[in-house]
């Protein structure tokens, strides 16, 4: 047999964490990496966070799960400190960010059909998107790579340049039923919407009544110096789903939408056996506790732009091999020149300097660092990032 116990779905690098110690991951051989990847956007408050640990414990001793035949205190607390802090007036929480972007399709769509539209089933989503590897969250994303082995896809997705309205507004038919957007694009390179673009796409979703569903899988939670990162285009969505960030490294994700969104989602139309479960809610508790603590957005902001600065700076010194730095808050990526691949060159990072980071597409670098870091981790990501990059084109010339 060849075929390995972990199934080979992913390019697996030789690194092996086995510790986490703040800002910091520890490797089998004890070797420290800089972790500014925080496992894609998750581990939002590093990797040995007092209180994240704390409230895990304590809930674990007290009750990890129980069925949602139950009235869930834990559940409603959480819901409650989300509703009250965003758009949404409820909230069904998942376990992953693909069902919390499942969740939110199937409200669009019941959305309609209890409207007495039950036609309206169409979804709008948008080029190099990336919503999850279930089925539909596959059909969502118009990439070949996602789709190959797995057709039928699900029927029901239209696809469109991203930050292309009128693209999008060509696209509206009798059947359409919403759109579906990430504010800031992630695996597709670290892209943000334009405020046109996104004001416009609600707009076009309150002439015409259709759903705006907004995936903050990656982009929400703090990440960009707000909770959500809509919150700094002046628009609110009607639907949104969140993880990575939420359970800071606990599996949680949550569909949050407005009572309108939410309308079609009664008794029976819904449901996950751990979704919510009273573990969960305790992670996602303490993640608020410290997100939603005075100056901890500041910090994120100003963190931000530290490290933008410093790593346009860095830029400035290696024009040869990077053309420039986007994004918002502390996701940020770091667009490479066409002669320098950005995942071999993650890779080296890595290797050489302990430096974590994540290639993306569009030949990007992804530096996610958890929203904790300060100063001193940003000097030392950028310095030794700069070692590496006259190293990386050293060895190139050899
Ligand atoms: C990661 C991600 C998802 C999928 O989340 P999973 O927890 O892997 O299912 C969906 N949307 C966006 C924008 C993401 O970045």
């Known amino acids: 047999m060849s075929i390995t116990p972990l199934m080979p779905v992913y390019p697996r690098c030789d690194t092996r964490p086995v510790e986490g110690d703040g800002v910091y991951l ?142 999008a507004k060509a696209l509206i038919d009798e059947n359409t039923a919403g759109f579906l957007v990430e504010p800031v694009q992630g695996e597709g390179g670290i892209r943000p919407a334009s405020k046109e673009f996104l004001q416009g796409l609600r707009q076009l979703a309150d002439e015409h009544d259709l759903m705006l569903v907004l995936d903050e899988v990656q982009c929400g939670m703090a990440r960009t110096g707000t909770l959500f990162a809509y919150e700094q285009y002046g628009i609110e969505p009607d639907i949104l789903a969140s993880a990575k960030g939420i359970g800071g490294g606990f599996p949680l994700g949550a569909c949050l939408a407005t009572e309108k969104g939410a309308q079609g989602m009664v008794i029976g139309t819904h449901g996950s056996t751990y979704g919510g479960n009273p573990l969960a809610m305790a992670a996602g508790e303490a993640v608020l506790d410290a997100v939603l603590a005075p100056g901890f957005l500041d910090h994120v902001n100003e963190m931000g732009e530290r490290l933008r600065g410093a790593l346009q700076q860095m830029i400035g010194n290696h024009p040869d091999m990077f053309e420039s730095v986007r994004g918002m808050g502390l996701m940020l990526g770091v667009k490479m020149k066409p002669e320098f691949e950005s995942r071999p060159f993650v890779n080296w990072m890595r290797e050489g300097a302990g430096l974590l980071a994540v290639a993306a597409a569009d030949n990007v670098m992804r530096v996610l660092p958890p929203l904790i870091i300060t100063e001193e981790h940003i000097h030392e990501f950028v310095s030794k990032l700069s070692a590496a990059a006259d190293e990386y084109k050293a060895q190139a010339n050899d």
């Open 26 to 167: 520890i490797g089998e051989s004890g070797k420290r990496y800089l972790d500014f990847a925080s496992g894609i956007a998750v581990n939002l408050l590093g990797h040995s966070h007092e209180g994240l640990i704390k409230a895990v414990q304590d809930q674990a001793a007290k009750l990890m799960h129980v069925s949602n035949l139950y009235g869930s205190p834990q559940g409603e607390s959480l819901a409650q400190r989300l509703v009250d802090n965003s758009f949404a007036d409820t909230v069904f929480f998942t376990n992953s960010g693909a069902e919390a972007v499942e969740c939110a399709i199937k409200a669009a769509r019941r959305y309609h059909h209890v409207a007495g539209n039950p036609h309206k089933t169409d979804i709008i989503t948008f080029n190099n998107a990336f919503h999850g590897r279930t089925m539909a969250t596959i059909s969502a994303a118009n990439s070949a790579k996602m789709h190959d082995g797995f057709t039928p896809l699900l029927p029901g997705f239209k696809y469109c340049d991203f930050d292309d309205l009128e693209g």
